[in-house]
């Protein structure tokens, strides 16, 4: 399986690029998955890019799942910018929130029938 | 429709009988068509455990490493399977490989691959049989249809058993009733024993097991989510509504899938739940209430093993028995409908509650409330354990006129209906769905006979093929059932498909989307929602402006 190295540590991730265990990421962790290319385009995180990243995870830290999109839409509204939707989230995500996303935000891919 | 998807082509192949022995190689085993094999914080985890779980394998490479002694372990296992059950040990004599179940398997159809034939995946399993269990096959070999086990076998076994979504499609064209789904079912079990578990379905039991929905959401995750919902109805109807979770004393559990409040457009069929749940409690004061506990109603572990299904099938009666409750109420889902009609009454113990008891006996809702006296919900076929589907009460609601309805607030939809098949083969509920719908709508048009009902096409994602990495898979075995569909766009224009299945409503929007077939996807009870006169909150038919989607009613800005 892949791996990523970050600080001089060798995380494992899994085979799409999802760190394998969560407690392990940090911002460097971030950038280092951000600019990795074998799981997609190279993304260079703005400060727009981390409003969102640190919204997941804190909403994944409290309840245990990646929100869900209209949740997240939602929010960028209010937080973000007015007028995101999400033809704009995938602008700064072009695999989507639940791809890219979550894998920079070092989030398991959410499953079950969703 | 002047998009067309991007060319797909079909490979058929026609091996002889000599060729199709013969186990597959690692290079055969093709992404977009090989499940990840689990990781160790999913089947070695506190909360589910798998023998040899602790191993991380990848399925592209050449060493699965299998556990050392895992020959004896797995002809073990079969040896159990063959004793314990006898559907299995009869379904590996019987088969006479006609061919009659070949081209009903969308996934053949979808893949020209011979070996997803019905009876070619279950001859995987059946040679190995023949070798070890029957004279004939150790005495001559492949000359009988018989071969040894190697790691090859293993390998074909995993990639073949996990490209079946256990719809049972092929079972109702057999001429001997040979249940496909039951022998690959009975294959995976045998493969978790030696440590080979598909990763999408084991973090969905997983976190089943750990936090009571597929999900992993915790508690406040479910509330708040529901709460949303709470506010976007006010919006829609005007009216303050509210809901119970977590109530003892309610009369009713409602249990339905994790992504009916969390997914779209699972998310309008939410809504049109609560909807109906508070008229009743306002009209009739039966109080509803969801768990946070029993959060899931659909069972991976059904698609997984035996063992499985059974650690997660216990949540729904054990809350059931701590909330006190009457009866349930089960949502618009599809695996948790064949895993409570099939096994929910041999995997639990019977009601303890008198009050639940009672009304397993006799399920008359006369018992709720004096108006409610004569619909006796053993009528229906899901009205049995104390239980009863969502679309099922509707449609008796329906019947005794004890809700109000406006179908012409649906004019805007011309819809039709995908059976799931754990729903429709697999428990029966073919008729009511219908029912409740051309009472709601005033233009429903079913799809041509032979893919409807218990002869439905599968969505090519059930049985835990909704896994992202499945995606070719995914996108060929749901070819036939967009052929279908692409059929009644053009003769009706038909603008929605609605189906009761969480598993449907995920796999569907990308389907259509890559088979570029111009129509939504949603639920029954979305429709159901947007006709429900709220007449005991003093709502008139002409009140509502918008669906429960958000779009004007009428054409109406």
């Known amino acids: 399986m892949p791996e990523i190295e970050v600080k001089g540590k060798k995380l494992r991730l899994d085979e799409d690029g999802f760190l394998q265990d969560w407690e392990e990421w940090d911002e460097e962790v971030a950038e280092a998955l951000a600019k990795d290319t074998r799981f997609g385009q190279p993304i260079e995180l703005t400060e727009e890019h981390w409003k969102i990243i640190k919204f997941l995870r804190e909403y994944f830290i409290k309840y245990g799942v990646a929100p869900p999109i ?40 959410p499953t079950g029938c969703v | ?183 690959a079912w009975w294959g995976r079990r045998m493969l978790s024993r030696i440590g080979l578990n598909q990763r999408f379905m084991c973090i969905s039991i997983e976190a089943s ?33 509210h809901t119970y979770i977590n109530k003892p004393g309610a009369d009713v559990l409602f249990v ?71 009866f349930i109420i089960g949502g618009e889902c599809g695996h948790m409908w064949r895993d409570k009609h099939q096994f929910i009454n041999t995997m639990n113990n019977l009601p303890k509650n008198p009050e639940w008891k009672k009304f397993w006996d006799d399920p008359d809702l006369g018992q709720l409330s004096d108006k409610l006296k004569g619909i006796n919900l053993g009528e229906f076929i899901s009205g049995e354990h104390g239980w009863i589907h969502v679309l099922e009460l509707v449609a008796a609601l329906i019947r005794h006129k004890k809700i109000d309805i406006d179908p012409s607030r649906n004019d805007h939809w011309v819809a039709t209906y995908h059976d799931p098949c754990n729903v429709a083969r697999g428990m029966g509920m073919l008729e009511e769905p219908r029912y409740v719908l051309r009472n709601v709508m005033n233009k429903f048009y079913d799809m041509p006979e032979h893919c409807i009902r218990e002869k439905t096409y599968c969505c090519g994602a059930g049985g835990g093929i909704l896994a992202e ?58 429709m159901v929602g947007n006709a429900l006169v709220l007449t005991s909150f003093g709502e008139k038919p002409e009140d509502r402006k918008y669906d429960l989607r958000g779009t004007p009613i009428r054409g109406e800005e």
């Not at chain 2, 597929?214 to 109805?233: D, K, R, T, W």
């Open chain 2, 209 to 241: 097991s750990r936090t009571g929905n597929h999900l992993g959401l915790y508690a406040g995750g479910m509330a708040g989510s529901i709460e949303q919902g709470l506010s976007e109805l006010k919006d829609i109807t005007g009216f303050e509504l």
């Open chain 2, 469 to 526: 990495e499945l995606m070719e898979l995914r996108m060929r075995g749901v070819m036939p059932r967009m052929m279908a569909l692409r059929y009644v766009v053009k003769k009706f224009g038909v603008n929605i498909m609605l189906t009761p299945c969480a598993i449907d409503k995920a796999q569907f929007p990308v389907a259509v989307e890559y088979w570029k077939i111009p129509v939504e996807i949603g639920g029954p009870m979305e």
């Open chain 1, 70 to 109: 209209r949740m997240l839409v939602k929010w960028c509204k209010q937080n973000v910018r007015p007028d995101c939707d999400l033809k704009y989230i995938y602008k700064l995500f072009p695999q989507g929130p639940a791809k890219d996303a979550c894998r920079i935000a070092g989030l398991p891919k």
């Open chain 2, 1 to 183: 429709m002047s998009e067309v998807p991007e060319e797909l082509k079909i490979k058929q192949k026609f091996p002889n009988w000599y060729d199709w022995i013969e186990p597959i190689k690692q290079e055969d085993i093709k992404p977009g068509f090989a499940s990840y094999i689990a990781l160790p914080k999913q089947v070695n985890s506190e909360f589910f455990k798998m023998p040899f779980g602790d191993v991380e394998r990848d399925v592209f490479s050449e060493d699965w490493k299998l556990p050392e002694n895992w020959k004896e372990i797995l002809l073990d296992a079969f040896k159990e399977t063959l004793e314990k059950n006898r559907a299995f040990k009869v379904f590996m004599d019987i088969c006479v490989r006609c061919g009659a179940c070949a081209d009903k398997c969308h996934y053949y159809i979808g893949t020209g691959d011979p070996k997803n034939m019905p009876v070619m995946r279950a001859e995987t399993i059946r040679t190995v049989y023949r070798y070890y269990f029957t004279k004939a096959g150790r005495i001559f070999g492949k000359w009988a249809g018989a071969r040894p086990l190697d790691e090859n076998v293993i390998k074909e076994w995993y990639y073949y058993l996990f490209q079946c979504s256990l719809c049972r499609r092929c079972s109702l064209f057999c001429p001997y009733g040979i249940d496909t789904a039951e022998v």
């Open chain 2, 256 to 326: 339905a899938p994790s992504a009916d409040y969390f997914a779209t457009p699972h998310w309008y069929v939410m809504l049109g739940y609560l909807l109906l749940f508070n008229e009743l409690e306002e009209r009739y004061g039966i109080t509803v209430t969801w768990s946070t506990y029993a959060s899931e109603g659909g069972n991976f572990g059904t698609f997984h093993s035996y063992e499985a299904a059974q650690l997660l099938n216990s949540k729904i009666y054990k809350e059931a028995e701590r909330l006190g409750v009457k």
